[in-house]
């Protein structure tokens, strides 16, 4: 069957007003239908909607919790001392409608919201001190902080979930003046611990030389009353050798005289021909 040629504009018309006049909201969206800007419509639930084609138009907002990363921020705590603050806020766009009308869109509702935290960071944490910047009084805050910006941010539709700092730093002259005082607090505690060291080795040395000392003492104490007791054992062997052949120990004992002076080849002695230490030569030595 032939299809008229007129029909195919007709059908082309209709496809184009259906897909002119369908848009999907996705999960994470919500979207508002304006009509030559006005505001029509608002869908917070996702799915398939309709709208006027050519007449009306979608705005699509996000309705998860989004980061805002403020840029950081010196702030000057009670005490004069200065702080750079580096927080991060999490928001979520609640009122579609508000939303649009205060701020547009969500580039604008960023700048504006930078400038109403930094403005409350400062004015919060510039009533405390830096010690309790650096405590855990610096939760309860946040917390200040989050609820007076809420106050601000509830006229544009924004709810702020939570504000929280990333990191609080001192200014880089401020560091650089404490990371000298640390290092210096160190090298003097260094200084105390190796004097302290030095004094504990030199007592542990003084008292291991003390200790050797009297293990020396004790030890030729010891050897020489071994060596005595050897001595007098040795004698009264002698003794006993020479109670029973005085003639044989007096020759033993002039052999060893000649054995000590006579061995070496280099030895010379001048005696008289009848000294007592020649008795033995040209003798038969004969035991009793």
């Given at each position: 069957m032939k299809v008229p040629k007129?029909i195919?504009?007709?059908i082309v ?9 369908i ?8 979207a ?7 505001p ?8 398939l909607n309709?709208k006027?084609?050519?007449i009306?138009?979608v ?7 989004l980061?805002?990363d403020?840029?950081p921020?010196?702030?000057i705590a009670?005490?004069q ?5 580096d927080?991060?806020?999490?928001f ?6 508000k939303f649009?009308?205060?701020v ?9 919201l ?6 409350r960071i400062?004015?919060?944490?510039g009533t405390?001190?830096?010690a309790?910047l650096?405590s855990?009084?610096?939760t309860k805050?946040m917390?200040?902080?989050r609820n007076?910006?809420n ?7 924004i ?7 990333k990191?609080?730093d001192l200014p ?5 003046a404490?990371?000298k005082?640390?290092?210096t607090?160190?090298?003097?505690e260094?200084k105390?611990?190796?004097?302290q060291?030095?004094e504990i ?5 003084s008292t ?8 020396l003492a004790?030890?030729?104490k010891q ?5 005595g007791?050897g001595?007098g054992?040795?004698?009264?062997i002698f003794a006993?050798a020479f109670g029973k052949d005085?003639q044989?120990?007096a020759f033993y004992?002039a052999m060893?005289a ?6 070496g ?5 001048v005696?008289?021909?009848?000294s007592a230490?020649f ?7 004969k035991?009793?």
């Amino acid at each position: 069957m032939k299809v008229p040629k007129f029909i195919v504009p007709i059908i082309v018309v209709i496809v184009v007003f259906l897909f002119q006049s369908i848009f999907i909201v996705k999960e994470i969206n919500q979207a508002i239908v304006l009509q030559f800007g006005d505001p029509k419509k608002i869908i917070t639930e996702a799915g398939l909607n309709f709208k006027l084609p050519f007449i009306q138009n979608v705005v699509y907002l996000d309705k998860r919790v989004l980061n805002l990363d403020n840029p950081p921020e010196e702030v000057i705590a009670s005490d004069q001392k200065r702080l750079i603050i580096d927080a991060i806020t999490r928001f979520q766009i609640v009122d579609p409608l508000k939303f649009y009308i205060s701020v547009g869109n969500e580039r604008v509702a960023r700048s504006r919201l930078s400038t109403i935290i930094n403005s409350r960071i400062r004015g919060v944490l510039g009533t405390q001190d830096l010690a309790t910047l650096l405590s855990t009084e610096r939760t309860k805050q946040m917390t200040i902080i989050r609820n007076d910006v809420n106050v601000e941010a509830k006229g544009f539709g924004i709810k702020i979930v939570d504000v929280r700092i990333k990191r609080a730093d001192l200014p880089p002259a401020n560091s650089d003046a404490i990371y000298k005082r640390m290092q210096t607090e160190r090298q003097r505690e260094a200084k105390e611990f190796r004097a302290q060291g030095a004094e504990i080795a030199a007592k542990i040395t003084s008292t291991a030389d003390k200790d050797v000392t009297v293990l020396l003492a004790n030890a030729k104490k010891q050897s020489e009353i071994m060596k005595g007791e050897g001595d007098g054992q040795r004698n009264k062997i002698f003794a006993e050798a020479f109670g029973k052949d005085p003639q044989f120990f007096a020759f033993y004992r002039a052999m060893q005289a000649y054995e000590t002076a006579l061995i070496g080849g280099e030895t010379s002695l001048v005696l008289s021909p009848d000294s007592a230490f020649f008795k033995f030569f040209g003798k038969t030595f004969k035991p009793n």
